[in-house]
């Protein structure tokens, strides 16, 4: 495979043929419980019917139409999605990297309405991860993914240290054009951003003249038992970027404004040929739709609550903490083992993880998973976890 396709992602050699719920098997028949959900993506699970249904229905009706022209299905989701979470205004884009490129974007124009080539510098926080772009990797935090054979990387972007009130003296001023956080840093480790310092940040953005933005990629869409989880933050961007979950595991992403930031795109500002095609739009419906209904949120902050309670009842000294929000948790192991090990114990065993910054074991499964899945996929990464404790 390797002689055809890249290895970038340095794949395992499993090949996956047949998912439901969050379960899994591969090509010999083994089967894995999936704590991963395609990073976040398969937020419904694995062949959730009605999001099945629609797909297939709107694949017989139209599944690309290019943005020269509306689509039913496009206007409808556009309106729920931006009533539903108070925004005015969005643009749909393919990726989470693209919809932090259409906000890095956004960002820059507003400076310049708003304080001239100037203010045109964004602020971003150490640790963070924003994609895998030219513009995006710079907005990234974290040295490991600037290194020297990509440069030059664009110029106008900082970083300060989340969670650190000393890090927003001087942090902004009449350059700076936005700060954006990512309100639970996913790649970098499962790490929280405190509401009294994001706060803080964001009232400092502001008085200096600049908007907030939320990179919600990850955390967006019910992960962490808010549809947002800049909601939890009380700080209101005008700006949050979307993907991953959007659309259940059709391609989409999404950058959506309010405020100040509302008519700051204008026609030809930013745009993409698949961007929001109908055939995505039909499956981000299903996605608002089941996320908004009764309870569906409250399941997920419970099965989170589950998740991290069991863990911590296992009292292993391998285990340095367990954090997260939802169903977003990070278990931090004992530096002495590398986590990486243990995502490939886990999945000899039949379990999907991944590893999130240097010492993190990350889940984020599918928002649908049965508590008989949880109990299982635990059941192994217990057993791993004792095995890397002798
Ligand atoms: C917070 C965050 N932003 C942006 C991205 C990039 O998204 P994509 O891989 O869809 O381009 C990711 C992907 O992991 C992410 O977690």
């Not at 840093?185 to 929280?192: K, P």
Request: glycine share 10%; net charge negative.
């Amino acid at each position: 495979m390797e002689k055809l396709i890249v290895n970038n992602y340095g794949s395992f050699d499993v090949t996956f043929v047949k998912s439901k719920g969050s379960t899994m098997w591969d090509s010999t028949g083994k089967k894995y419980i999936d704590f991963i959900a395609g990073i976040g993506v398969n937020c419904l699970g694995h062949d959730y019917k009605p999001l099945v249904k629609a797909i297939s229905k709107q694949a017989k009706k139209q599944i690309h139409i290019s943005n020269y022209y509306f689509s039913d299905v496009g206007a409808c989701y556009a309106i729920d999605l931006l009533e539903s979470l108070g925004f005015d205004r969005g643009y749909f884009g393919n990726s989470g990297a693209e919809a932090n490129e259409a906000a890095i974007k956004l960002a820059r124009k507003y400076g310049q309405l708003n304080g001239g080539d100037k203010r045109k510098s964004i602020v971003t926080l150490e640790s963070s991860f924003h994609g895998r772009t030219l513009a995006t990797l710079t907005a990234t935090g974290q040295d490991r993914f600037h290194p020297d054979s990509f440069a030059p990387y664009p110029m106008g972007f900082k970083t300060i240290k989340a969670n650190d009130f000393d890090s927003l003296k001087n942090a902004f001023d009449d350059t700076t054009a936005a700060l954006f956080i990512e309100c639970i840093q996913g790649e970098g480790g499962v790490n929280l951003i405190d509401k009294e310092w994001a706060m803080a940040a964001a009232k400092a953005a502001r008085d200096a003249g600049a908007i907030v933005m939320c990179d919600e990629v990850q955390t967006g869409v019910g992960r962490t038992g808010t549809f947002l989880a800049s909601d939890d933050l009380e700080i209101e961007p005008e700006v949050v970027t979307l993907a991953k979950g959007i659309a259940g595991g059709i391609p989409m992403g999404a950058c959506l404004f309010r405020g100040k930031a509302k008519d700051v795109f204008v026609a030809g500002d930013h745009q993409s040929t698949f961007a929001g095609n109908p055939l995505a739009c039909a499956a981000a419906q299903v996605v608002l739709d089941t996320v908004n209904k009764d309870d569906f949120l409250k399941d997920v902050v419970n099965k989170g609550d589950y998740i991290r309670s069991i863990i911590k009842s296992w009292d292993l000294p391998i285990v340095k903490d367990v954090r997260g929000k939802g169903l977003m948790i990070g278990t931090q192991i004992d530096a002495k083992v590398k986590p990486f090990d243990i995502e490939v114990k886990c999945l000899e065993k039949g379990l999907c993880t991944t590893v999130a910054g240097s010492d993190v074991i990350r889940f984020l499964p599918p928002l649908t998973i049965s508590y008989n899945e949880i109990d299982e996929g635990l059941k192994i990464f217990k057993e791993v976890l004792e095995e890397f404790s002798k």
